[in-house]
């Protein structure tokens, strides 16, 4: 989960030197390509035969959007809000897409564990500062997608993969999203990787190989045995290595607007587990 608020400084940097169409898209090579030798690890196999390809279209145009969202918002906002909002407020958005979906009726915790963990997310958004036209430039409305997209993908695929197939799946989600971006690309942005810098590198790694070969697929894998609900509930550990990286690498300032938010978001995921 460290490797995931690092990336959100990471995917800020990234996008000084590329745009998100090919951030996506060289992240997906890069995360394909070193997720082959776990196949090997893990005693997998790496064949898609039992993979439905509907399945696999739909959670990989959806992995596709999510990162889209992160890497736009990550260039236009600060990377540590974003990190804080999208992780603190994607547990809540879980729970309440999972009673909607199970027409499950809320519990009394569960009610007011979704209503603070909204006013956290004002907060953190800085609504009250903020005028629409602005929450749009700033980034903000790219996290609150993400943090939305990130709940879809993660119910769906709880519920359309087998957890014995979750290895094989997510290694050919990576795959489908390259592919997906393919149309998308202007390959000169690609051939300009070929002059960038070591801090570059660094980065990509980091947000590539880092969160997504080990981060990403450990995620998806714990929400097939976990379940998506208790499986969301540990994001809340990402928020402090976001804005902590943020604030040494990107010189970026833990606002007191920022820091409520996330103590009132994160308090209200303990409510929440402790109701379930």
């Known amino acids: ?50 993979i439905s390809i509907k399945t696999l279209a739909i959670c990989s145009t959806i992995l596709a959007l999510y990162n889209y969202c992160f890497f736009a918002g990550t260039k236009l906002g600060f ?14 958005i879980t729970m309440a897409l999972m009673a909607f979906i199970n027409k499950r009726k809320l519990t009394i915790d569960e009610t007011i564990g979704i209503f603070v963990g909204l006013i956290g997310g ?13 929450i749009l430039q700033s980034g903000n409305i790219y996290f609150i997608l993400c943090a939305t997209i ?13 957890k014995s197939e979750s290895i094989n799946f997510t290694f050919w989600m990576y795959v489908g999203t390259a592919i997906i971006m ?22 990509f790694f980091i947000v590539s190989v ?13 929400s097939q045995q ?10 809340f550990t990402v928020p402090i290595s976001a804005m902590l990286t943020s604030m040494i690498l990107l010189n970026e300032v833990l606002t007191i607007t920022t820091l409520i938010g996330c103590c009132l978001t994160i308090f209200a995921l303990i409510i929440i587990n402790k109701s379930s």
């Open 150 to 162: 990130w709940a879809i993908l993660t119910i769906f695929i709880s519920k359309s993969v087998d």
């Open 122 to 134: 004002y907060f953190i958004i800085n609504v009250w500062n903020l005028g629409f036209e602005q």
């Open 226 to 235: 976990l379940g998506p609900a208790k499986t969301s509930s540990f994001i």
């Open 1 to 50: 989960m460290v490797s995931w608020g690092v990336s959100w400084t990471s995917a800020k940097i990234m996008g000084q030197y590329i745009d998100p169409i090919t951030a996506i898209f060289t992240r997906f090579v890069v995360a394909s390509i070193t997720f082959i030798p776990l196949f090997t690890l893990l005693k997998k196999s790496i064949s898609p035969r039992r």
């Open 182 to 203: 393919i149309p998308f690309v202007q390959f000169e942005n690609v051939m300009f990787l070929a002059t960038v810098d070591s801090k570059f590198w660094i980065h």
């Open 210 to 222: 880092g969160a997504l070969t080990f981060g990403t697929t450990t995620y998806f894998v714990a």
């Open 79 to 92: 990377a540590g809000a974003g990190g804080v909002l999208v992780t603190t407020t994607n547990p809540i």
